[in-house]
């Protein structure tokens, strides 16, 4: 799954990484609507203060993952998505909305590798 969020992102990014998502985007991933209750979510994040207002698009993708029931979220922003001290206050904010906590992870950490 990916968000209208990250299409426009990805709008901006280098014509290698264009190409990139467009093959995944055909072939494997579905884009998934921003919708009232992610943009509900998202501000219940900036309220509770685990990102200020300019980083509001990192709220964003953590509120559609949450809203679509997605297993976790691969990133590589580690000061706003993939961070240890926000993880949990991302899941605190999940919970006490009514949603199920979610899982957060590099690439790195989600990536399987042959054994040589």
Avoid at 11 to 22: I, L, Q
Avoid at 42 to 64: G, N, P
Avoid at 85 to 101: S, W
Wanted: hydrophobic content about 45%; some cysteine; charged content about 20%.
């Amino acid at each position: 799954m990916i968000s209208a969020t990250v299409i426009a992102e990805i709008a901006e990014a280098p014509p290698h990484v264009k190409a990139f998502y467009d093959e995944l985007l055909t072939d494997y991933l579905t884009i998934v609507p921003i919708v009232p209750a992610a943009r509900a979510l998202q501000q219940a994040y900036i309220d509770a203060h685990i990102v200020t207002r300019e980083y509001a698009d990192d709220a964003l993708h953590v509120a559609v993952a949450t809203i679509s029931d997605c297993a976790m979220i691969v990133s590589w922003n580690f000061k706003h998505i993939v961070n240890f001290r926000k993880v949990p206050l991302y899941n605190a904010v999940n919970v006490q909305q009514g949603y199920r906590p979610l899982t957060i992870h590099s690439p790195m950490e989600v990536v399987e590798y042959d054994e040589e």
